[in-house]
């Protein structure tokens, strides 16, 4: 954690990511910035919860962390995959408490439904994610729809600053599932209007291949925010 006078950017890690997953924006924007970086229960050296691992649970046990720390709202909240998922429900949840929202190739609220369920993925992906992925990664996994249906069950936040920055590398893909994970990348618009949308030339690990692209959505909302500083 970094802190200076200015709005907390927080950041939330996808699936299996750890806080180490933003090592290449970091410098790039905490010499003047307070930014805080986390491991969710189950992940690092971060002790495993009982609690039950969907969005509304990782929210709040985020707000109660952040509180903890002396990181007071309004938040700038950045989330990566998985972890784009939780800030929507962040921001949808808690509006007043959030400044902005940057979703780096988020997974959207309706991923794992219809084509993109997981009984529709390959064979060997689904050997894959059975041997190698934590319990953890498994239990949040069991309620990503929950959380998804969380999301789209509140207002869609429009007030403040949104930037999308989806990967457009995998539009290259041709498949069923594909064009089904391609077209919730372009969905998102609808989900957010008013939001700024940037396609990054780049795979689905945004912030390890072009963290500088993260790294401006950042300096950009900022400059919006807070203009002055």
């Known amino acids: 954690m970094t802190k200076h006078d200015t709005i907390p950017i927080v950041f939330e890690n996808g699936l299996g990511g750890r806080m180490e997953y933003w090592n290449k924006v ?4 905490s010499s003047d910035t307070t930014t805080f970086l986390y491991n969710r229960p189950g992940y690092g050296r971060s002790d495993e919860v009982s609690t039950p691992r969907d969005g509304t649970h990782v929210v709040d046990e985020l707000r109660s962390l952040l509180q903890s720390k002396g990181l ?3 938040y700038l909240l950045v989330g990566h995959s998985l972890g784009g998922l ?6 949808r949840r808690y509006p007043n408490q959030v400044s902005a929202l940057i979703l ?3 997974t959207h609220p309706e ?8 009984d529709n993925w390959p064979s060997w992906f689904k050997v ?3 041997l190698w992925t934590s319990k953890v990664e498994k239990d949040e996994m069991e309620y990503i729809n929950q959380t998804g249906e969380a999301v789209l069950s509140l207002p869609s936040f429009t007030e403040k600053p949104v930037i999308i920055l989806s990967a457009s590398q995998p539009m ?5 599932l594909a064009d089904y994970a391609n077209d919730k990348r372009k969905d998102f618009m609808r989900l957010y209007p008013g939001s700024k949308q940037v ?3 780049s795979g689905h690990a945004i912030p390890l291949e072009e963290p500088e692209s993260v790294a401006s959505a950042i300096r950009e909302v900022l400059m919006s925010i807070e203009p002055n500083k």
């Open 26 to 29: 970091i410098p790039k924007i």
């Open 72 to 74: 007071n709202p309004p």
């Open 86 to 91: 939780y800030m929507q429900l962040f921001a």
């Open 104 to 106: 780096v190739d988020s």
């Open 111 to 118: 991923q794992f439904k219809g084509k993109g369920a997981p």
């Open 128 to 130: 894959a994610f059975s």
């Open 172 to 176: 290259k893909n041709k498949s069923e």
């Open 199 to 201: 396609w990054v030339d």
